[in-house]
């Protein structure tokens, strides 16, 4: 059974930072590719960025590359995305998902809010 919980997201102002963090229960964690994912009100789920199982790639969406860092910590199973410069845009809940032979699970999410 595998058990993600998101922390870490609150208010901030407009180009400021925020780390979010996302802890991983179960086993293997070092098998699975690690994702965060976003949803704005009104607006379906997108993808943010993931790393690999390996943790050797990363990926990022466009709106968020040079911005955003994701990163994991295979002796505390836990995935982190590091977000600074933030924009307004950038307000909605973010979940973590992983992913492993063709299984994806995922977190309740932790709602991050950009203010002006």
């Known amino acids: 059974q595998v058990k993600l919980v998101e922390s870490g997201g609150g208010l901030v102002q407009a180009g400021g930072s925020l780390r979010l963090s996302c802890g991983f229960s179960g086993t293997s964690f070092s098998s699975y590719a690690m994702g965060w994912s976003r949803q704005a009100p009104g607006k379906e789920r997108e993808f943010v960025a993931a790393i690999s199982w390996s943790g050797d790639h990363t990926y990022y969406a466009d709106s968020v590359k040079g911005r955003f860092t994701i990163s994991e910590d295979i002796a505390t199973n836990s995935v982190y995305l590091q977000m600074n410069s933030l924009k307004l845009e950038d307000t909605a809940v973010y979940y973590c998902?992983?992913?492993?032979?063709?299984?994806?699970?995922w977190g309740k999410g932790t709602p991050v809010t950009v203010s002006s």
């Open positions: 998902s992983g992913r492993r032979r063709g299984m994806d699970y």
